[in-house]
């Protein structure tokens, strides 16, 4: 059982200013609080115990015992990594460590925010669908179309429109058969989550992929799946949390592929070998 510090840097920005100091304390305490009681991480924190009950519940854990079992797990596997923004005047060497170890932490980070039985319900929804449209804006865009890319591949009929305005409209026309899967790291690209209600409006099963925590896009979603990341103000274009969305993506087409394994490898080879003909 691992996740709770992974859980508390995501939603740090989320939390009420008592939740705040506590969860502040717990990330630079985890030890410290493994060993405590409710009481003594009141005292030691400077919150109530009430604000500590509550910021187990903001974190979607049962109570104070479960969260510092996921912490535990935590330590164990020495997963305390802080992600590192950019500074004036890297060096090249600093920058290729610090990004590379940003993209591999989001990545290991999100193995335990995902939650399987969401992923198998997300390639159900995915298996079953007519059709597929990926949405999203922005840096979010470039996932869709990869996403879009990859199910194609395997003959799955999937389309991404990088005009917000296709997409909305798209989006209106969509049945039940459709699917579905909206894209924002924040989950509250307003684009998004407009052609996420239009989809709903119309009967079509709704997916959506954003950071760990409550957001809109989430909150209105069948399927809510997750990650984490932790972006600065910065966020340097976004590139760790790019790096987990595409993982997930990569999870679901995969996940897709195994089912019809014969199929799609079929489908595969097909593509391969045209693309070899006009090199």
Known sequence: MKGGLVRLRALMDDLTP???????????HPQETVQSSVAQLSEQS???????????????????QELKLK???DLQTGEQYQY???????????????????????????????????????VDVLHRANRIFF??????????????????????TSFSFADPHMQISSATTLREDDAVVCISYSGETSNVISCLKHAREGGAATISITKWGSNTLSSLADVPL??????????????????????????????????DYSQSVEY????????????
């Open 84 to 122: 590192t923004e950019i500074r004036p005047q890297d060096s090249m060497e600093s920058i290729i460590q610090h990004v590379s170890a940003n993209n591999i932490q989001s990545v290991k980070d999100t193995v335990h925010i995902l939650d399987p039985r969401l992923v198998e319900q997300a």
């Open 268 to 279: 595969l080879e097909k593509s391969r070998q045209a693309i070899l003909e006009h090199k």
């Open 71 to 73: 912490i535990a797990g």
């Open 18 to 28: 008592s939740e705040r100091k506590i969860g502040a304390y717990i990330l630079d």
């Open 46 to 64: 400077g919150g109530s115990p009430a604000a500590i009950i509550r910021l187990c519940k903001s974190l979607g854990v049962t109570g104070f």
């Open 135 to 156: 949405y999203g804006v922005g840096a979010s865009n470039l996932i869709a179309l990869d996403a879009h890319y990859k199910f194609m591949r395997i003959n799955r």
């Open 226 to 259: 997750m990650i984490t990341s932790t972006e600065s103000d910065i966020r340097s274009g976004a590139t760790s949390s790019r790096i987990a969305q595409l993982n997930v993506i990569d999870i679901l087409y995969l996940a897709i592929a195994s089912r």
